[in-house]
């Protein structure tokens, strides 16, 4: 596997080594041992998945301490553009972000470290999104942020138009009026 670190250095690409042939391939999408090493130690607790259509954008979500998030997504199937958001206050990188296609032919998954919103747009007809989370959900804790805040300058590939929110996404907040993470504090 192959660890990229992004233009926020906790934010990291993870490319696996595939093995493929005429019968199909094989990769390990994870193992414990190596990612401790190459990211974080960290426990991941559950394993999720979601299916949608085109257009639709989940996000940009979070959870506060004690139930913040870390996360490992990756897609199964079709294709998404993947962000990454920075709402640790102080942070040197404090509202920026990273976004990464993630496709069933690229296989690359991201790692978003706790003190990040994360959210995702489905480019293609469908899509199966995977991901791991270190923490346990509490929507007491659970954040949102506008997916088209226009301080944070995200490029989702789609024209508002397009994009399918639920209700719950069609009203969030703008960062500057959010409950963000201080940078200092201890998240793991």
């Known amino acids: 596997m192959n660890f990229i670190k992004t233009e926020i250095p906790e934010v990291i690409i993870i490319e696996p080594n595939i093995f493929g042939d005429e019968r199909g391939y094989f990769f390990e999408s994870f193992k414990e041992e190596v990612f401790n090493e190459k990211v974080i130690k960290t426990n991941f607790i559950q394993d999720n998945e979601a299916k949608s259509s085109y257009g639709v954008l989940r996000g940009l979500h979070y959870q506060l301490p004690p ?28 509202m920026q972000h990273v976004a990464v ?43 949102s942020i506008a997916y088209n805040d226009p301080s944070l300058n995200i490029d989702w590939k789609l024209k508002d138009d397009e994009v399918l929110l639920s209700e719950k996404d069609k009203y969030c907040n703008s960062i500057d009026k959010i409950n963000v993470f201080n ?3 201890k998240l793991y």
Do not use: M, W
């Open 183 to 185: 940078y200092n504090e």
């Open 101 to 143: 296609v993630l496709s069933e032919d690229n296989k690359k998954q991201l790692f978003v470290p706790r003190g990040f919103a994360h959210g995702y747009v489905v480019l293609s007809d469908e899509v199966i999104f995977s991901y791991k989370v270190d923490n346990k959900y509490a929507p007491e804790c659970e954040g």
């Open 67 to 94: 139930f913040a998030q870390s996360k490992l997504v990756r897609v199964i199937k079709g294709e998404v553009l993947d962000v990454a958001v920075d709402i640790r206050k102080g942070s040197p990188t404090f």
